[in-house]
């Protein structure tokens, strides 16, 4: 079980690290917005 969150954890920091890098490609989208994470798992 720890493991499992210690993967949740790093991989939703690594998805908002992602989300910053590639807000250039992104049009009126925030670099964390909600919707979009939701919609795209």
């Given at each position: 079980?720890?493991?499992a969150g210690i993967g949740s954890l790093i991989g939703r920091a690594l998805a908002l690290t992602g989300a910053r890098?590639?807000?250039?490609?992104?049009?009126?989208?925030?670099?964390?917005?909600?919707?979009?994470?939701t919609g795209s798992r």
């Open positions: 079980m720890w493991l890098l590639l807000k250039s490609f992104l049009y009126g989208v925030s670099a964390s917005d909600p919707i979009t994470f």
